[in-house]
Each structure stands twice: as C-alpha cells, then as structure tokens.
C-alpha cells in the first residue's frame, strides 16, 4: 500500500519587541539570569498584566503577512497548567478568538508552488528557563535546577499551519519560508540557535486516496531546519513501519534525538493536559478596528514573494528570482541599485548570485561590508557589454572593486585591464602575428579554418589579454583574405 | 478611642487642636487595649506608622497640605502588597513573605499623607464571610467577643469600629467589605469595578475584586474613596474615563430621588429585626421625599450560585503561583510536583482548598460549559436584570446582611450556610456596580444592623446621596459597647 503523510507545523516566533508581552522589562538575549524581571514577570502576588502594543501590532503584520484575516475583537486566554518555570502556574494565552486566522503560506517545493493554510496565529507570553545540574541537563537525576525569568513574559507569537504539508521536505520548505517572512517583517530575530523560533511538527499517514486523518504524533525539539526535515522523515517512516507490521499509531508527544536521529516517546508527562482555559480577567478585550489594521497593513515590508514576482517582471528566471529575493537585503540593495542606474536585471542577478556571493564567501565577508554599491555594479556589467573589459578581465575588476580598489573604471584602469580598442594598434598586432606564422597562413588558406583560433590565441597572447577577441577575429580574418 | 470623623480629625490637625503623632498614639494605644479580644490586625506597622505621623506634622508645618487623608491613621487588609512589610493574605502560604513593591491604592494612601498603623486580619485570601478562616486566628466583632465581625475583611471592619484606625481598606469580591460593616456598625463601600486599581491586590476572584473603605460616616466614605480610586495604567482592567465626584450628593436629601426596594432580598432567612429595621428606613426615606417602590430582580435568587462557579474558577487560576518555587511557605519533596502539592496541602486552609477544588472542577473539560460557562451566562442576565431595574429608579436598597452578626464557630460546619452571608451583597460585584452599607441601628441584642445602597456603574454620586440621606434619618453614631471597658 502506498501512504501519504500529512504533517501540520506549530511554529513559535520569539518577538524582538524593546518590553516584555504584559511588563516593561526589556527584552534582552544572554542577560544575567534574573535580571530582567519584575513582579508582574515573577508572578509575584498582586502584581497584573498590561498587553505590549507593540507586539499586538506584530503579530498582526505576521498574520497580514501571512494572508491571515485578523479579528477584530481578540480576547487573551489562561493556560492552566502547573511548571516551575511558569511563575503563575498559568500561561497568557489564547484559545478561541486569535488575534489572526485563515490565511495561507505559498512554499516552493521542486520548482512548484504548494500553499499551505495557516489555521491561526496568536500571541501568549513566553516561559522563564531550567536549567537542570548535572545529569547532562537532563531533568531526571539532576542534582538542582535553577531557573532564570529573564525570558519569562516575552512576547511569543504561535503560528499554527493546517495539516496540509506532505513530506520532510515540503516541511523544511514550508519552515525556511515562514523564518524568511518573519525575518523579512523585522518582528523578530528569527534565530534558530537563539530559541527565538522554535517548530514542532504533527505527523501522521494515511493510505493514498484517503480522506480521513490518521492518529498524529508530535514531535519535539528540532533546532534546525534539517533537523525538522531528518524527524519528520524519520517519522513518516516509523508510522510506516508500525502500521505495514500490523501495529498502530498512539497519539503522543515524541522526543527527536538530534544525534541518534530518531524519536523517542516522551516519558515525562509536561502537566496536565487539561488546559483548563478561561477568559484571561486581568485583561480586556482587545480591539483592532478597520483603521489599525489597515495602519499596520501599510507599514509592511515587500515580503519574499511579492518580491519574486516583482524580479520577474523585471525579466529574471523563477529560479534567479527565487534565489535572489531570499538573498539578504544588502545584496539585494546593490540589485535593486544597480537596475535603477540602468543594468539590466538579469546580468546583475547573475553577477550578484555567482560571482559577488562567491568573493563574500571566499573572503569571509559579510554582504553589509562588501565595497560594492548599485552604481559600481551597473558600470562593470555596462563596460563589459560594450567590450572595454573582457569578461575574465572583468572578474579581476569586480576583485579589485570588492578589495577596495576603487570604482571598475578605476580599477580597470590602474590595473591596465582595458581592452585595446585602437583599431591601427590592434592591426600592427595582427600583422606581426601574421608575420611570425607564415605555416598558420599557408594552412587557412588550404582551408584549416581552425587556425583562425590558434592565430587570435596568439594576438591575445602578444596583448596581454588585453585585445577585444572579437575585434581581433575580425581584423585576421580581413587579413588572411586579403 | 478616636471618637471623631476623618473631616473633624482633618479639621482639628489644621487647626492644630491636635497633632498627627498625638491622632496615631491613640489609634495605638486603643489597639494595645483592645487586641488582645479583638484581634484586628495581624502586623502592626508602628515605626513605618510613627514616621509617616511625624512627616505629616512636619507637613503641616511647613502648610503643605496633601488631602484629607493626611495624617490620618488608617488600616489595610493584609491582602495589599507593602513593600517590605509583611503580607500574608492570612494564609500559611505567605508566612514572612515581604512584598518588594506597595500595592498602587497603598501608594495612593502615603502619597496622600494617610498613616499606615497596619495590616487587618481576614479569611484566608479573602475566602469568607467571618474571617474565622485566618490562618492566623480569628478577629472577634467589637459589639459581641461572642459573635464574629464578618469577613472577609473582618480585620478592617473590626478597626475601625473600635477606634484603631479611622478608615481601613478592604476589599470586596462578594460583600467582603459590605457584609463585614453591616456587623460591626461602620460604613463599608464597594466602589464601580475598575475605578480602584487591583495593582498589589493578592487576587481572589480578579473580574470581582474591588478594594474599598471602612469609615465611621458616610462622608468620610466618599473622602477615602476619592484618596484611592483613579485610573492606574498599572491595571489594564482600571477605568480611564471621567470619574464622578462622590461628594457632590452629600447633604442633597432625597427629594424626589427613585428608590427600587429589591424584593428578592427579604423573607426566608432573614432575621425579623433586619426586616423591620430595613422597612422603617425606607419609610423614612419615603417621608424624606423619596418615590420609593418595590422592584423584582429576579436573576438575584440565582446569584449566588453563579458567584460560587465564577469566583471559585478565577481563584483555582490565581492561587496556582503559590507552588513553594519562588516566595512564601515551601515543603520540600522529591520531585518538583511533590514539592508543589505537599506545599499547597500544608500552605492552604481547608475554605481555600475546597474553593480551589469546586473551581479546578468547574473549568475542567467537560464541565466548563455546565459550570463555568453557565455561570457567565447567569451573569450576564443579572447585568440585564440591573439594567432594567436602572430604568426605573435611581438606587436600589436593601438589607446589606440577612442576619447580625453571628456566634462565632456557628457557621464553620456549614459551608452552604455560611455563603448565605452574601446573598445581599453578591449581584453588585457580578455587575460590578457600586453599593455602600450605611449602619441604620441594633437588634434588641444590642447588634449593629446595615443597610445597603446600589446604583449604577460609575453612580457614586447618587450611591453616596442616598446614603448620606440614610446616615442622617438613622442617626445612628453609637459606638461598641462590648469592649468598652478597654476602651
């Protein structure tokens, strides 16, 4: 039997707000344990909740971003749930109006375009951390456990996919693009190392042609997007297994064990898993009117792929455009410069994508360091196009450019890598190779059309390089019929 | 005992007939004499209290003048944050526990000058009606040591009748504030929800609670009020509009004023003494000039039960922080869970435990719609069953407790019994309208009688009108007689 795997993807973005969600505690990564709080973070007595403006107005840019419609009344929820790391024993929620829902993500997959549904994106406050002594940070057998609040209260925006994604792949796919959105928006720093995007994903299989869902399994702890493409394969592939060997698929939490490459199920029960929800009392509901959204709406960045679409008409490949409006803004800047000054879109991209990402690359540089603007760029591509640099000349400019050089013609020229254009010196330079030949004259006019190349080889050869090979060609040829 | 007003101790401390230090060494020299039975406050503040005194004399002074609570000794429920001085909400839980911050109603009150002599004794985390659920004993009602003070603020209500504080603060989450002034014979308000910020409040029921004052007139009600209400941005629940003044309807009478008698609140379980003394006043108030008529809220008979759904749910929720992790009372265990579940077993009383339960249960799955979910519902018919009433009169009035205060012990077997209490009291918290109780005079037993004044949200103007109205036609200024002697 043939089975297909339908995976849902939960993803949690870490907002980059200067406040925590409900407090005026900064948000701050690697700060002194305990050092950023308050009563109202610490869940001390007495101390309430006031909703952070800025990150509602975030997560309804990643919501519009995301083809969500946002409601127009939201109303927080308490998680109840009992964590030492959850200083109230509940969590700042929400459960059945979020601030966004319906929308979708358009993922490329294999040159194709799959749109995958988001069910809803709402906002709750983050956790504090454990840290477990001993026993490898493992909670059992740990000697102590210290706790740090820092992150606890900030802002977290939940973005939860519909079971629409169908394989390891389309799962990264689908990952990557949400990070790029997300990253694009400038809500959030979007690193995964930081834990400031997180993803846990639901999988499950079904014969192929079946309507109905089968049983999900949740899968945990992926810090990587290969790590969410190695689990949810792994996955797929044990649901497989279980079910062709006559077993059956529990509904669980798994662990994915990054180094064995496998899932374990999770034995530690994370409280109960009766949330026991209820209208937050603390907190009012919120109202984002016509006129707010539509403020937030037009404050949105061109996302990656209303800028693909945008390269395209500007006369890029998919593929070209695909790659170039997920490069970074920096690159991008020096594209979107350098068409402005009049290169055309398709030779920039090409330079941009091939010969500028790999110099940044071999040299270790940052693309927001690189000596390169649009201007700079559109003259290279510009001199190439009319012969004065040929185009191995014109890598060693874009070199001497990137290395601080000076602008291409400058370069090119302090370099002596002009092409020769003088028509009488290029002449005095085929005669003497013609001269010095006479066996490769004797042999064109036998009919050995490839000496013609042997004979401009010898050209550049005597020049340097620095002779137009095209022009060349065509003073020889006018010379050996003659 | 202080045996003025808080306008005449304002009047005199201006005048200079007496001094803020000389006003506090009363106030605690009556505590000294009256504790020991009383029982009204679990911590005394007396050095944080001599400095604010004799800052505030100093403040006079120099004619700085920071409102009518200046110099003023008064008393909080020990469920407000102090910073750095202990709050336990009466609970074991909170044993020792110094909060690092002032609730923002008691930043209000020093900024004003008040003179914080302490904190008042209350059922554990606000959970009753006689404060005989203090962890840390009981507070006993200064007209009867028999009998209890009513709760949950018993405490703040016990001070101020006789004579420790001249306003305390409590707050009101079912009658707590209400409930306990009706049995001690001192004026107790509820103001609109929202407009007193619950910032450093130690949350029972947050849609609810609201904090209020005991005062020994009505006059000195609204005063105190206006020391502490305004919007708090440190509270998103906090009201931010135009607040009215409650002093504008004192001494306006009644003339013409529509007064709803609610006829849900009389008959089976209310004391005879009560009804009679409810049916002379609004007799009373109908010969002051008041068109008074008798309005059904039916919605009242089912209150409180709903009450009993919604404030034990929001409680299961607030109460959760006390795990024994980060502050207060921890038992250790061996697991972090044990260590959880033996610190709230031992932490918290048997009153606490079991609201804990019936409100985990009702916003369990599978019973929140039943439970909590109907309960809202109730709720908001009530609010409609208001709204009705408001069209056609002004205030409501009411008994504020069916019965006087009660032996102590009486009602500690019975649960039921005892959240009959706040059968009066309950409606205005679930339509967080305001409601004052105004003493209108005693029982042949020689115990306290109130009666209690509802008006719409944000109607404190019209509330205190009619209760000053009350206070007049009641002429009711006795003061407890049982620990005269003391006195």
């Known amino acids: 039997m043939s089975w297909e795997p339908v995976i849902g993807i939960e993803v949690h973005v870490e907002l980059m707000t200067n406040s925590k969600m409900f407090c005026g505690c900064a948000v701050a990564f690697g700060a002194e344990p305990n050092t950023r709080t308050c009563p109202t973070c610490l869940g001390l007595p007495g101390a309430l909740p006031v909703p952070n403006k800025v990150a509602i107005e975030s997560i309804m840019s990643i919501g519009l971003a995301l083809n969500c419609q946002v409601s127009p009344r939201s109303v927080f929820h308490r998680k109840n749930y009992f964590y030492a790391d959850l200083p109230k024993n509940y969590q700042i929620s929400q459960f059945d109006v979020p601030v966004c829902h319906d929308g979708y993500l358009d993922v490329e997959v294999d040159g194709e375009t799959r749109r995958v549904g988001i069910e809803r994106a709402h906002m709750e406050e983050d956790t504090g951390k454990s840290m477990h002594l001993g026993a490898g940070g493992r909670i059992h057998a740990a000697e102590g456990t210290l706790l740090d609040f820092n992150r606890s209260g900030v802002p977290l925006v939940e973005i939860v996919s519909r079971p629409d994604i169908r394989g390891a792949v389309e799962s990264r796919a689908y990952a990557q693009q949400l990070r790029s959105v997300v990253a694009e928006l400038g809500v959030s720093d979007a690193r995964l190392e930081e834990g400031s995007i997180r993803f846990d994903a639901n999988v499950s299989i079904r014969p192929e042609g079946e309507e109905l869902l089968g049983t999900k399994v949740e899968i945990k702890n992926m810090n990587s997007f290969r790590s969410l493409e190695r689990a949810v394969d792994f996955e797929i592939g044990r649901q497989i297994d279980l079910v062709e060997s006559g077993g059956l698929v529990v509904q669980e939490t798994r662990h994915w064990d990054e180094e064995a490459g496998v899932t374990h199920s999770m034995r530690t029960k994370e409280g109960s898993s009766d949330y026991r929800y209820f209208t937050e009392p603390d907190l009012v509901p919120m109202v984002m009117d016509e006129e707010w959204v539509d403020e937030v709406r037009g404050r949105l960045p061109e996302l990656p792929a209303d800028r693909r679409r945008r390269y395209e008409q500007q006369g890029l490949d998919r593929q070209g455009a695909g790659v170039l409006s997920g490069m970074d803004a920096e690159l991008r800047a020096i594209y979107e410069e350098a068409v402005r000054s009049g290169a055309p879109a398709k030779a920039a991209a090409t330079w941009l994508t091939g010969e500028v990402i790999g110099w940044a690359r071999k040299h270790k540089v940052e693309s927001s360091a690189l000596l390169l603007d649009g201007a700079g760029l559109a003259e290279l591509i510009e001199m190439v196009d009319e012969g004065l640099v040929s185009s191995s000349a014109a890598k060693e400019v874009l070199d001497g450019v990137l290395s601080g050089g000076g602008a291409p013609g400058v370069v090119a020229k302090d370099h002596d890598l002009l092409q020769m254009k003088d028509r009488d010196a290029l002449e005095a330079a085929v005669d003497q190779v013609v001269a010095a030949h006479p066996g490769a004259v004797e042999g064109f006019r036998q009919g050995e059309e490839k000496v013609v190349g042997f004979l401009v080889g010898q050209v550049m050869k005597a020049t340097q390089g620095k002779a137009d090979p095209r022009a060349v060609n065509q003073i020889l040829r006018a010379k050996l019929s003659e | ?487």
């Open chain 2, 1 to 487: 005992m202080i045996d003025s007003s808080i306008s005449e101790a304002g009047r005199r401390l201006r005048s200079g007939e007496v001094t803020a230090l000389s006003l506090l060494k009363t106030a605690l020299d009556t505590a000294g004499r009256t504790e020991a039975q009383l029982h009204a406050f679990l911590t005394l503040d007396t050095e944080g209290a001599r400095q604010a005194a004799a800052q505030a004399d100093a403040d006079f002074a120099d004619g700085i003048d920071l409102g009518p609570l200046h110099g003023i000794p008064v008393a909080l429920k020990d469920n407000m944050c102090t910073r750095g001085v202990e709050t336990t909400a009466a609970s074991q839980i909170l044993a020792g526990y110094l909060p690092p911050y002032d609730a923002t109603v008691v930043t209000r009150l020093r900024s004003g000058g008040a003179v914080v002599v302490g904190k008042t004794n209350l059922d554990e985390f606000a959970m009753g009606s006689s404060t005989e659920n203090s962890a840390y004993g009981t507070t006993y009602n200064p007209w009867d040591l028999t009998r209890v003070p009513g709760g949950s603020s018993g405490g703040s209500a016990a001070s101020v009748a006789a004579g420790s504080s001249l306003a305390a603060f409590g707050s009101d989450t079912g009658g707590s504030i209400r409930q306990p002034a009706s049995l001690c014979g001192v004026v107790g308000m509820k103001p609109t929800y929202g407009t007193v910020s619950r910032y450093g409040l130690i949350a029972f029921a947050s849609s609810l609670d609201q904090i209020g004052p005991f005062t020994r007139t009505v006059e000195d009600s609204a005063l105190a009020l206006q020391a502490i209400w305004g919007h708090d941005p440190h509270d998103a629940t906090s009201y931010a509009g135009d607040y009215p003044d409650p002093t504008n309807g004192l001494g306006r009478g009644v003339e013409g004023l529509r007064i709803g008698l609610v006829s849900e609140l009389s008959g089976e379980g209310f004391e005879p003494a009560v009804e009679t003394a409810t049916g002379a006043m609004v007799a009373s108030l109908e010969s002051a000039g008041a068109e008074v008529s008798e309005v059904s809220l039916p919605t009242f008979d089912i209150a409180l039960s709903a009450y009993y759904l919604i404030a034990p749910a929001e409680a299961s929720s607030n109460l959760a922080r006390f795990d024994g992790i980060r502050y207060g009372l921890r038992v250790d265990g061996s697991t972090t869970e044990e260590l959880m579940s033996r610190t709230r077993a031992e932490g918290f009383g048997p009153e606490v435990t079991r609201r804990i339960l019936l409100g985990t249960y009702s916003l369990s799955a599978g019973y929140y719609d039943a439970f909590y979910g109907q309960a809202q519902r109730v709720r908001a018919a009530i609010q409609e069953d208001f709204a009705r009433a408001y069209q056609q009169v002004d205030v409501l009035v009411s008994p504020t407790s069916p019965t006087v205060a009660f032996e102590a012990g009486a009602r500690t077997a019975d649960p039921l019994a005892m959240y009959l209490s706040d059968i009066c009291t309950i409606p205005s918290n679930l339509s967080g309208h305001p409601a004052i109780s105004v003493p209108i005079g005693l029982d042949d037993a020689g115990l306290p009688i109130g009666f209690q004044v509802m008006a719409p949200a944000l109607g404190e103007e019209v509330m205190y009108q009619a209760a000053a109205e009350v206070e007049h036609l009641a002429g009711f200024s006795i003061s407890p007689t049982a620990i005269e002697g003391a006195l």
